[in-house]
């Protein structure tokens, strides 16, 4: 595809190599049978941080007769520069307007994009809702995590591929090849474990506005990759154009959490835990580093630290990768590192999740770490060289009191204490304290929950502002608007649809950025469209039907619900690996924890 002026245009955006491709590691594709592309609903240094994108690619592409290529949401700079010209947003490989592909695929990382995805429709030159498309226009599929509710935006997509998808993506496209019917496709889709096509079911509502059922015989089961060391991974990874978010190699060390935490959508969603083998990940990361030239790798996971192989793995990688390149843990926590691992994440500051001020309300959320885990792990980091604490909180947790709120400021007040007991550390500590309101999510024990309100986060602020005065000690906290959003659009039904394209045609897009989040606007979509945002942050009955009742995660609701009893008597489950919890998992997989 040829842009008039398109060199001219690149010299008055922002970041011109967004648009470019060519990186180094790029595949040679052409035009074939089946033309897929992966779209990520934000910026290039984002997507390109993004490891669920390459799994996807690399499963595609390995299939014969498929070209995948990519798009990411251009800024909004370029955006009106495309329009302004009368040009199609494009593929960054093949250079091919999004509207000529026969398929195309959005990964919903956070709810946040999902009016980004009707501006990269808007701008790609296919109409936003499903109805309006005809044969002409590509299929549009989603998946990601945020496709565990995939209601608010069935009317724009055609079809939802729920759960891992190294083998349900595979096998869509090699379905697609022998199906080239669009309504005999979408209806033969329905047959592949994970696939979800709204066009096919269809929602009834009771008068006060809840879900009275579904025209499903029985739930979506998510797709689930059984051996991951099997499992399709890149040996390869495209080196940025520019800077990206996490600019180094990575790897997937083990997916799922043995935690269980009772907020924590991704820890019930991403169930089981299927670590990878250390030789099947040292020669995925020797590859990686040898293909790319990184000299940094990461080690991702939902809980690196929990990985059960991980001194062996941090061995082997340091015998096999050049001497130069340094590892990065992400995910460790204060109860479940050691000195080694402390040094191979170094940094000069370290963050840590409490999550919650009191042991209480820890225990509330099944958080299982204790003040003496935390003194340890503290005293550890600091006689390691850390001068920098960074403590992430959350306002609004169920049974929230204002005792807990100030248990923050005690936090604050012992890790300077422990500090200090050690005259030979330097005089300075920086402590960083960010607070952010609970989101009530989908298949957790706290999705019947009710988000506070605006008043009640500005209470909770005060009261911290009143305590934490100490030098180089600064608290910051989220945007109450934007949680409330995120929370409608998780727990959101079908008719939100509406309110998703009135908030979009008056200009909203990269939400999740802060400058352009506009609740002025999305007020007026959600009056429009007839709908109250609180009625989706209230607290849900137990007995009623949710919108993501029509997939099966394969962890009982009963389990569920059992879980949210034990929090409001502030009593911990505890870890997978202190043996199985009964969650439901089980049923459909053997887990040897």
């Known amino acids: 595809m040829e842009i008039k002026g398109l060199d001219e245009i690149l010299k008055r955006v922002e970041k011109p190599s967004r648009y470019i491709g060519g990186e180094y590691g790029e595949r040679d594709l052409k035009p074939n049978k089946l033309n897929y592309c992966l779209c990520f609903p934000d910026v290039y240094e984002v997507a390109m941080s993004n490891l669920s994108l390459r799994i996807v690619s690399e499963a595609l592409n390995s299939v014969d007769g498929v070209s995948c290529d990519r798009c990411c949401a251009p800024w909004p700079d370029f955006g009106k520069e495309l329009k302004n010209a ?45 109805e309006e498309r005809g044969d002409e226009y590509p299929i549009i599929q989603a998946g990601g995590p945020c496709a565990v509710n995939p209601e608010p935006l069935a009317d724009f997509v055609d079809i939802f591929v729920i759960g891992d998808g190294e083998d349900s993506m595979r096998e869509l496209a090699e379905l697609r090849l022998s199906c080239p019917d669009k309504r005999k496709f979408l209806k033969r889709a329905t047959e592949i474990q994970g696939v979800y096509v709204p066009s096919l079911v269809e929602v009834k509502y009771n008068e006060n506005g809840t879900i009275s059922g579904f025209s499903l015989e029985k739930p979506i089961k998510k797709a689930l990759c059984r051996d991951l060391d099997k499992g399709v991974f890149p040996h390869k990874m495209l080196v940025p154009n520019c800077e990206s978010v996490f600019d180094r190699a990575v790897i997937e060390v083990m997916r799922g959490c043995y935690r269980g935490c009772r907020f924590c959508q991704a820890g019930f969603i991403y169930r089981p835990v299927r670590p990878r083998m250390p030789d099947t990940l040292v020669e995925q990361a020797t590859d990686l580093i040898k293909n790319t030239g990184f000299d940094e790798l990461g080690l991702n996971s939902l809980s690196t630290g929990d990985y059960p192989y991980l001194k062996e793995l941090i061995d082997k990688l340091k015998k096999s990768l050049p001497e130069e390149t340094k590892l990065a843990l992400p995910s460790l926590r204060l109860d479940s590192f050691d000195g080694e691992f402390v040094q191979e994440s170094k940094k000069n500051s370290l963050t840590f999740a409490p999550e919650a001020g009191t042991q209480r309300l820890r225990n509330v959320i099944n958080k299982d770490i204790t003040e003496d885990d935390v003194e340890r792990g503290l005293n550890m980091a600091f006689d390691m060289g850390y001068t920098g604490i960074k403590l992430y909180f959350m306002f609004g947790l169920p049974t929230e009191t204002d005792e807990d709120v100030l248990g923050i400021c005690d936090i604050v007040d012992r890790i300077r204490k422990i500090y200090s007991a050690n005259p030979s550390r330097a005089r300075s500590l920086r402590i960083s304290v960010s607070a952010s309101t609970f989101i009530p999510k989908p298949f957790t024990p706290f999705q019947w929950e009710a988000q506070i309100t605006a008043d009640d986060v500005k209470h909770k602020v005060e009261l911290l502002r009143s305590r934490l005065f100490s030098r180089n000690t600064y608290l910051s906290w989220n945007d109450f608007e934007l949680s409330e959003m995120e929370a409608v659009l998780a727990r959101g039904d079908r008719r939100l649809g509406k309110v998703i394209e009135f908030a979009y045609k008056k200009g909203c897009y990269f939400d999740g950025w802060t400058d352009y989040f506009k ?19 209230r ?19 009963k389990f569920l619900l059992k879980e949210r009893k034990k929090a409001y008597n502030a009593e911990v489950t505890g870890s997978c690996k202190g043996g199985c919890k009964g969650c439901g998992i089980q049923k459909v997989y053997r887990c040897d924890v």
């Open 519 to 537: 609740p002025k606007e999305w007020n007026e979509a959600f009056e429009e469209a007839g709908l109250n945002k609180r009625f989706y942050t």
């Open 86 to 130: 009368g040009a199609y947003l494009y593929s960054l490989g093949m250079k091919m307007p999004l509207k000529d592909f026969d398929m195309i695929g959005f990964t919903l990382q956070y709810e946040m994009s999902y009016t980004t995805i009707l501006y990269m429709l808007d701008l790609g030159g296919i109409p936003l809702k499903r």
């Open 539 to 557: 607290e849900w009955g137990e007995d009623e039907i949710l919108p993501w009742d029509l997939v099966d995660v394969f962890v009982d609701k």
